[in-house]
């Protein structure tokens, strides 16, 4: 069994931000609307933040992680509708 249709899944180790710095609102939130390329939160790892972006354009419906946590490898992190 793999993501449900619509995940955007980790294409790395690494812990997740939500927003580009401390107390900065977050990328993006449930409800909001992105277009294909527009970053949906960054992955740290060795101490690089990767941007992970939009696959597709469409309607952000679950954030599937925390601000600050470690993620794996094709774990889902945002569902877009």
């Known amino acids: 069994e793999g993501p449900r249709p619509g995940a955007v899944t980790a294409p790395m180790v690494g812990v997740v931000y ?3 710095e401390p107390g900065a ?3 993006v939130k449930v409800g909001d609307t992105v ?3 527009d970053t949906l ?6 101490k690089t933040f990767n941007p ?3 696959p597709r354009s469409g309607k ?3 954030i599937m992680v925390a601000d600050k946590t470690p993620v ?3 774990e889902e992190l945002v569902i877009l509708e």
Do not use: D, K, N, Y
């Open 25 to 27: 609102p977050a990328f």
């Open 41 to 46: 939160l960054l992955i740290e790892a060795m």
């Open 52 to 54: 992970v972006r939009a």
């Open 60 to 62: 952000v419906t679950q």
């Open 72 to 74: 794996e490898f094709g």
């Open 18 to 20: 939500l927003s580009p």
């Open 35 to 37: 277009a294909e390329g």
